[in-house]
Each structure stands twice: as C-alpha cells, then as structure tokens.
C-alpha cells in the first residue's frame, strides 16, 4: 500500500539540517541542530543540582545582549549557573582538604607505629 504524508520538520536556522526536536532560544526563537548549537547555544540548567525539563536556552548573541540588558528569567538561569560553579569549587576545595587530612592521618599513624 502507497500512503502519502505531509510531514513537518524544524530546520536549523544556521545550516539548514533537520534539528528534530526543536529547543528555541528563549529570545529570538532561533532553533539549532546539537551539531550548530554546541557552539552557537548557551544552555542553562533549571536547578543546582539536576536538568532537564525547564532548562533555558540562549543562541550566543541573545546572551551576550542579555548580559548587559538584564530580564528577570535570563538572571534566574544566571543565578543557578553561579551557584552550580560555587557549588563544584567548594566541592572540589573540600576534596583537597580531606586528602590533605588523610595523607597527615596515615603520615603520622606511620610515625606512631614505628
């Protein structure tokens, strides 16, 4: 059996390809292919320590516009950005400290011994 559909596709708007599900920036509305975006799309994660559903996306010139025209969503997605990174130096801190701590623990639990 022959069927004929009509299909509708989401084109990247910087090369053309099928972008299958299309993600827009949250400002312009441009879509990119994952090919396009990995260097042409800034992506913001909803919450600290997980993403998903509700993460922001930004083509490159809407961010950089929105970091010096501030809006009330753009700020929020920063702020949760800022916090990821203060999140992950502190974690990374804490895990030099604790190596620290163990190598002076079994430094000194070596000179008791002996």
């Not at 596709?9 to 090369?15: F, G, W």
């Not at 990995?38 to 950089?64: E, F, I, M, Q």
């Not at 501030?70 to 999140?87: C, D, G, K, M, V």
């Amino acid at each position: 059996m022959e069927v004929n559909r009509e299909v509708r596709v989401t084109l990247c708007d910087n090369c053309g390809n099928d972008v299958g599900y299309a993600n827009p920036c949250l400002r312009c509305a441009k879509v990119y292919c994952y090919e396009c975006a990995k260097t042409k799309v800034v992506n913001y994660t909803h919450a600290v320590n997980l993403s998903g559903s509700g993460d922001g996306r930004y083509c490159l010139p809407c961010d950089t516009f929105l970091m010096d025209h501030p809006e009330p969503l753009h700020t929020a997605y920063l702020r949760i950005a800022n916090l990821r990174s203060s999140q992950k130096r502190m974690y990374e801190e804490w895990e030099a400290l604790s190596k620290k701590a163990e190598v002076e623990l079994k430094a000194l639990q070596g000179k008791s011994r002996g």
